[in-house]
């Protein structure tokens, strides 16, 4: 192993700032799916059973003697006290088939999200005329039957839950990167209109989109903002996937994603919150907009389908990358062949720093307990010769 002469947060605080660090920090995308089936529990009841499910993660980490960061601290939700928060969690919970709740699902599998419409063409006026949390609060019986004491309720337990899960890492010297999450005005509209159908609206009624982001915005950095305070923890991760070159050409990118992203992440680093930018499918042509956006408090999370070499030659100097290990190379790769492909991550994407070793979005509930442990070691015992 590499001799260590930094702590773990040093560590993963050098790599965001694009400092020197004594070795390439490591940090996998973890929830409770893959340390579930390895403690011998289902990923259903993972899931239903928080403190057996965040125990599970915990006794992976010490298996094979930790890492640097958790990038979400377990798997709980950060939310705001307030209904609106509540009904949008309950809109994104509803779109999922979670295993041992749907007969579809196996108790062992991920979670299956099954795409239809939930906002509709007529909502587009509402929230233009009374923003997110307006819409949230007039429409609520629509999305859910409980009465707002309740919701708040439930939205304080589950945000203390999420600090919670916070402190267990803190307490191990280990940095959580995110104490809230939130999906671009894009991505969030995609999801609760489908697919299909925001894609025709974006052809169809494109000024009315654009007005009801208008609207979107401003709420759901308030809301972050707050949510992460309210955890105690100074990042936030941006889920972004479905205003990538893998969906949409560069003109709908440029006017309906990335004024929005850039707004938010700006407003993010006004408050000294860590971004993490959440890239599912392929950003690669998007990448060179990425300069744009703060420098040395952004980290660009890859999934494995972006050139993350790519992404090193266009962001070195400017934005820490995070990744990208496939979901694949964990589950049916060897422990030879993860080896072989962290050292070229290391060599390469971490040339010069501004890196961290992490999986290609979640560690998948099917990945090999070895090749898992091959990832965390390799970062701890490999120095590249420069």
Same mark, same amino acid.
């Given at each position: 192993?590499?001799?260590?002469?930094?702590?773990?947060?040093?560590?993963?605080?050098?790599?965001?700032?694009?400092?020197?660090?004594?070795?390439?920090?490591?940090?996998?995308?973890?929830?409770?799916?893959?340390?579930?089936?390895?403690?011998?529990?289902?990923?259903?009841?993972?899931?239903?059973?928080?403190?057996?499910?965040?125990?599970?993660?915990?006794?992976?980490?010490?298996?094979?003697?930790?890492?640097?960061?958790?990038?979400?601290?377990?798997?709980?939700?950060?939310?705001?006290?307030?209904?609106?928060?509540?009904?949008?969690?309950?809109?994104?919970?509803?779109?999922?088939?979670?295993?041992?709740?749907?007969?579809?699902?196996?108790?062992?599998?991920?979670?299956?999200?099954?795409?239809?419409?939930?906002?509709?063409?007529?909502?587009?006026?509402?929230?233009?005329? &009374?923003?997110?949390?307006?819409?949230? #609060? !007039?429409?609520?019986?629509? %999305?859910?039957?409980?009465?707002? @004491?309740?919701?708040? =309720?439930?939205?304080?337990?589950?945000?203390?839950?999420?600090?919670?899960?916070?402190?267990?890492?803190?307490?191990?010297?280990?940095?959580?990167?995110?104490?809230?999450?939130?999906?671009?005005?894009?991505?969030?509209?995609?999801?609760?209109?489908?697919?299909?159908?925001?894609?025709?609206?974006?052809?169809?009624?494109?000024?009315?989109?654009?007005?009801?982001?208008?609207?979107?915005?401003?709420?759901?950095?308030?809301?972050?903002?707050?949510?992460?305070?309210?955890?105690?923890?100074?990042?936030?991760?941006?889920?972004?996937?479905?205003?990538?070159?893998? &969906?949409?050409?560069?003109?709908?990118? #440029? !006017?309906?994603?990335?004024? %929005?992203?850039?707004?938010?992440? @700006?407003?993010?680093? =006004?408050?000294?919150?860590?971004?993490?930018?959440?890239?599912?499918?392929?950003?690669?042509?998007?990448?060179?907009?990425?300069?744009?956006?703060?420098?040395?408090?952004?980290?660009?999370?890859?999934?494995?389908?972006?050139?993350?070499?790519?992404?090193?030659?266009?962001?070195?100097?400017?934005?820490?990358?995070?990744?990208?290990?496939?979901?694949?190379?964990?589950?049916?790769?060897?422990?030879?062949?993860?080896?072989?492909?962290?050292?070229?991550?290391?060599?390469?994407?971490?040339?010069?720093?501004?890196?961290?070793?992490?999986?290609?979005?979640?560690?998948?509930?099917?990945?090999?307990?070895?090749?898992?442990?091959?990832?965390?070691?390799?970062?701890?015992?490999?120095?590249?010769?420069?």
């Amino acid at each position: 192993m590499i001799k260590e002469t930094m702590t773990s947060k040093e560590r993963v605080e050098a790599a965001i700032k694009l400092e020197p660090y004594d070795r390439v920090p490591v940090a996998p995308l973890m929830d409770v799916m893959f340390p579930s089936r390895h403690k011998g529990m289902t990923v259903a009841y993972g899931i239903s059973h928080w403190k057996e499910g965040l125990q599970a993660i915990v006794d992976i980490f010490d298996e094979v003697g930790g890492w640097d960061a958790m990038i979400l601290p377990g798997y709980s939700l950060a939310l705001t006290p307030k209904v609106a928060s509540g009904v949008m969690a309950s809109m994104g919970t509803r779109g999922y088939k979670f295993p041992g709740q749907d007969a579809a699902v196996s108790e062992n599998s991920q979670p299956q999200y099954e795409e239809r419409e939930r906002l509709t063409v007529d909502n587009y006026d509402e929230i233009i005329k &009374y923003g997110w949390s307006g819409f949230a #609060e !007039r429409n609520r019986e629509r %999305y859910t039957s409980f009465p707002p @004491e309740q919701i708040i =309720a439930w939205a304080k337990k589950q945000t203390e839950h999420y600090a919670r899960e916070g402190e267990t890492w803190a307490q191990k010297g280990v940095p959580s990167l995110c104490g809230a999450i939130v999906e671009s005005p894009l991505m969030f509209l995609s999801t609760k209109r489908s697919l299909t159908s925001f894609t025709m609206d974006l052809h169809r009624i494109p000024d009315k989109v654009e007005a009801v982001m208008d609207a979107l915005v401003d709420d759901l950095i308030t809301d972050t903002i707050e949510a992460a305070r309210l955890t105690g923890i100074p990042g936030v991760m941006l889920v972004l996937e479905r205003g990538g070159c893998f &969906y949409y050409p560069l003109k709908i990118f #440029e !006017r309906f994603e990335f004024p %929005y992203m850039k707004k938010m992440v @700006e407003a993010f680093a =006004a408050e000294g919150l860590i971004t993490v930018m959440h890239f599912d499918q392929d950003w690669t042509l998007n990448l060179p907009y990425l300069k744009e956006l703060p420098e040395k408090i952004c980290i660009a999370e890859l999934d494995s389908t972006t050139d993350i070499f790519k992404a090193k030659e266009i962001l070195k100097g400017h934005m820490c990358i995070a990744g990208d290990v496939p979901a694949s190379l964990s589950a049916i790769g060897t422990p030879e062949d993860m080896e072989a492909y962290c050292k070229k991550l290391i060599d390469v994407v971490g040339d010069g720093g501004g890196f961290i070793l992490s999986s290609g979005c979640t560690i998948p509930a099917n990945a090999k307990f070895e090749n898992f442990k091959t990832m965390i070691d390799t970062a701890k015992s490999y120095l590249p010769a420069r």
